[in-house]
C-alpha cells in the first residue's frame, strides 16, 4: 500500500519519513520536484548515503540539472519502476512537498502529454499565424485574454486529446492516505537549515551547475547572488505559505499543526495500521 508523509519544508518529515520506514520494513518515494535532478544533494536535502543503504529510495536523482523535467517525466518514472504494481504488494512512503506530484498520485489525474515536434513548429509561428492555424484547423479559441502560449497549448491540447492517459490505480488506503505536517515553527526551522546548507557547500554545489534549465532555475537557492542566505531565507518562507495553502485543500491527508515528532509518528502509524 502507498502512504504519504507530506509536510511543510523545514518539518522535519524525511527524517521521520525514514525512521518509520526503517521500523516497518518499507520503501520511500520522495515526491519533492527538486529531488529529481542530480547534484542538487545540498539543495534539496537527500537523505545520506547511510540512510540509502538502509531503505530504498525512488524518486531521486532521475535527472540532468539542464533537463525541464515535468510531471509527466515524473509519473513516466513510477509506470517505470511498476510503482503502482508494487503498492499493491509492499508498503510503500510517499515523502516530500511538493503539490502537485502528491495530487496526481491520489487522484489519478489525467495528462495530455507534449509533442516537441509540434512544439517546435508552434514555435516558429508570430501571434497572428496561430489564429490562422486554429481558424484552418478548426480549432476553438479561448475565450479568455490571449498570447502566443496560451494560443499553443490550446492548439498542442486539440491535437493530442486522443492520446492523453490516465495514471495507473495504486493501492491507496480507503479514507485518509496520509498526513501533512505543519510545524508551528517552520520559519525558525528554515533559517537554521539554510545556515546549515551554506556550511555544507551550497555556493560551491551551485556553481557546479554550468547550464540549468529554466526548472532547476526556479529551485531555492538557485538564481540569486547578493544577500544569498536572506533570499534563500525568502523564498522558502514563501514557497512553506504556498504548501499550506495547496495542502489545505487535499481532503485525503490529515493536517496536523505540532512541533512534536512523535505526535506526528503515532498519527502516521494509526494510518499505517489500520
Known amino acids: 500500500m502507498l502512504y504519504f508523509l507530506t509536510g511543510i519544508t523545514a518539518s ?11 521500523e516497518n520494513n518499507m520503501s520511500i518515494l520522495s515526491v519533492d520536484s527538486m ?28 535527472a540532468d540539472c539542464d533537463q525541464n523535467f515535468s510531471i509527466i517525466d515524473y509519473l513516466n518514472y513510477l509506470i517505470d519502476q511498476d510503482i503502482p504494481e508494487k503498492s499493491f504488494n509492499e508498503n510503500i512512503l510517499a515523502v516530500g512537498g511538493s503539490g502537485l506530484y502528491v495530487k496526481a498520485i491520489i487522484d489519478r489525474y489525467e495528462f495530455k502529454p507534449t509533442d516537441p515536434t509540434i512544439r517546435s513548429e508552434l514555435e516558429q509561428l508570430n501571434f497572428d499565424q496561430l489564429i490562422k492555424f486554429h481558424e484552418l484547423n478548426e480549432i476553438p479559441i479561448p475565450d479568455m485574454e490571449l498570447n502566443k502560449r496560451r ?9 493530442l486529446e486522443e492520446s492523453k492517459y490516465v495514471f495507473p490505480e495504486v493501492n491507496l488506503p480507503l479514507d485518509k492516505v496520509g498526513i501533512f505536517w505543519n510545524h508551528p515553527n517552520h520559519k525558525n526551522n ?18 557546479k551547475i554550468s547550464n540549468p534549465s529554466k526548472t532547476v532555475l526556479q529551485a531555492i537557492g538557485m538564481n540569486l547572488s547578493d544577500n544569498l542566505e536572506e533570499n534563500i531565507n525568502i523564498k522558502t518562507k514563501r514557497l512553506a505559505k504556498k504548501q499550506i ?26 494510518i499505517i495500521n489500520v
Open 151 to 159: 494560443l499553443m497549448r490550446n492548439i498542442e491540447s486539440f491535437m
Open 245 to 270: 495553502t495547496w495542502f489545505k485543500k487535499e481532503s485525503k491527508l490529515n493536517m496536523i499543526e505540532t512541533d512534536d515528532e512523535d505526535h506526528v509518528y503515532n498519527a502516521m502509524m494509526e
Open 35 to 62: 529531488a529529481v535532478y542530480k547534484g542538487l544533494d545540498v539543495l534539496t536535502a537527500k537523505p545520506s548515503d547511510v540512510m540509502q543503504a538502509q531503505v530504498k529510495y525512488y524518486g531521486l536523482d532521475i
Open 12 to 22: 522535519g518529515k524525511s527524517d521521520l519519513a525514514h525512521r518509520i520506514a526503517v
Open 190 to 207: 528554515i533559517e537554521i537549515r539554510t545556515k546549515k546548507m551554506i556550511d555544507n557547500g551550497l555556493v560551491e554545489e551551485i556553481n
